[in-house]
């Protein structure tokens, strides 16, 4: 009888020790999700695709105004690398990052501001964005995208507003 009541204990010990749930640190995963992005948006106001995309999961989703769905990083390339020459500036602000209870998913919101060049003078674009992360192999990485302008057409830049 004591034998089997040591198993039964030892057993109820094993099985409260191995089905304990992981405790995710939401706030080391926020600030986590902060860098990578920050990292992000550094690699995209170099204007380097290669950069860039390395923040992306292999599966990512895109979706920009005026453009079909991407649902490939070789598409996303040809995106990016189109782009870069009318871009002068671009600056985003992240407003705040949420991490999922799991801490396999994350969700981002904030500004951006960008100055595109056009033959005709620069226009001024500021709108608002959403990335949506996920945790694969310990790394953040882009598992989402999309962001809309606030105004209807963006809008020519005042000359007095231009960056130097």
Do not use: H
Not at 2 to 11: A, G
Not at 63 to 78: E, F, S, V, W, Y
Not at 81 to 87: E, L, Y
Not at 137 to 149: F, I, L, N, P
């Amino acid at each position: 009888m004591k034998k089997l009541l040591l198993c039964f204990l030892v057993s109820a010990s094993l099985f409260a020790c191995t089905n304990q749930e992981t405790k995710i640190d939401i706030a080391t995963e926020e600030a986590a999700v902060l860098a990578r992005s920050k990292a992000l948006a550094a690699a995209e106001a170099s204007k380097n695709t290669d950069s860039s995309l390395a923040f992306y999961a292999e599966d990512a989703i895109n979706q920009t105004p005026g453009n079909p769905q991407i649902q490939d990083l070789a598409t996303m390339r040809k995106a990016y690398d189109g782009t870069w020459a009318s871009i002068k500036s671009f600056q985003g602000t992240t407003s705040k990052i949420t991490v999922s209870q799991s801490g396999d998913l994350a969700w981002e919101y904030g500004n951006n501001r960008v100055v595109i060049g056009t033959p005709n003078g620069d226009l001024l674009d500021i709108g608002k964005y959403l990335v949506v992360w996920k945790k694969i192999k310990g790394e953040w990485y882009v598992a989402a995208a999309t962001y809309s302008s606030d105004a209807p057409a963006p809008s020519p830049l005042p000359a007095a507003a231009e960056p130097k």
